[in-house]
């Protein structure tokens, strides 16, 4: 999956708190409607821990669909998070961007599509691993 358009988070967000309803939304049957709201949600709280060392990527391509991560999605990626065994990541191989899981046990980059096969970081290529993934946002509006 190739990224396209990187754009850092701002040092100093803004606050934007939305309400957060106490009662969590079933996918599956309904249930009665509850209008309590719990507490006021900030997003940049919540989905953004380390400004200063976050940034943000549009994911192309669909080499991560089976773990959620699709065409189109914005991706919330953090420098200074710990860059474990599993773990999705952008990595940089050659100058060339691209998001997978990280697997330190084979020395692997793996796509979570079986159309494409794994990415052997042997040390002959130039690996950077720029960070890794905290969050994916989709957009369920259809564009026009």
Request: glycine share 6%; net charge negative.
């Amino acid at each position: 999956m190739k990224l396209s358009y990187i754009h850092d988070a701002n040092t100093e967000l803004s606050q934007l708190e939305i309400p957060l309803f106490a009662s969590r939304v079933r996918a599956g049957f309904p249930s009665p409607a509850d209008d309590f709201i719990d507490r006021p949600l900030d997003l940049n709280e919540f989905l953004i821990k380390k400004p200063s060392a976050t940034f943000f990527a549009w994911a192309e391509g669909d080499s991560l669909r089976d773990i959620g991560i699709t065409h189109g999605d914005l991706l919330i990626i953090d420098r200074s998070a710990e860059r474990g065994h599993g773990a999705v990541v952008v990595a940089a191989i050659d100058g060339e961007l691209t998001c997978k899981i990280l697997d330190l046990r084979r020395g692997l980059l793996l796509a979570a599509n079986d159309a494409y096969p794994p990415i052997r970081v042997s040390g002959k290529e130039e690996l950077l691993i720029e960070g890794v993934v905290t969050h994916n946002i989709k957009c369920h509006l259809r564009q026009k």
